[in-house]
């Protein structure tokens, strides 16, 4: 069992970065696959990206692609979410997860953190 606590949010102006972060606590962290989703008010979370359980594979949503990177550092137990030219369409709360692979559906994990705050104004 993991168990997962997201920080780093906050608001920032477009074409800002921000660092999210997620720490883990159980002994099988490095076994999982993570993952980052995002919900907006109204809208349905959506998948935002996705990390192999040694880093080897990545994997990111088209609208997304090329300005986030999600990387893990085992050692400390902790996923990241490098968010680089942000927009106001990326305003959302974002929630890291884990589960055993790197998939886009939120039923494929099975842990989940509470969520942070990130706001983009224009």
């Known amino acids: 069992q993991v168990q997962l606590v997201e920080s780093g949010g906050g608001l920032v102006q477009a074409g800002d970065s921000l660092r999210l972060s997620c720490a883990a606590s159980g002994r099988t962290f490095s076994t999982y696959a993570m993952g980052w989703f995002r919900q907006a008010p109204g809208k349905e979370r959506e998948f935002v990206a996705a990390i192999l359980w040694n880093g080897a594979g990545t994997y990111y949503a088209d609208s997304v692609k090329g300005r986030f990177t999600i990387s893990r550092d085992n050692a400390k137990n902790t996923a990241y979410l490098q968010m680089d030219s942000l927009k106001p369409e990326d305003t959302a709360v974002y929630y890291c997860?884990?589960?055993?692979?790197?998939?886009?559906?939120?039923?494929?994990?099975?842990?989940w953190g509470q969520g942070t705050q990130v706001t983009v104004s224009s």
């Open positions: 997860a884990a589960g055993p692979y790197a998939l886009r559906a939120t039923t494929d994990y099975n842990y």
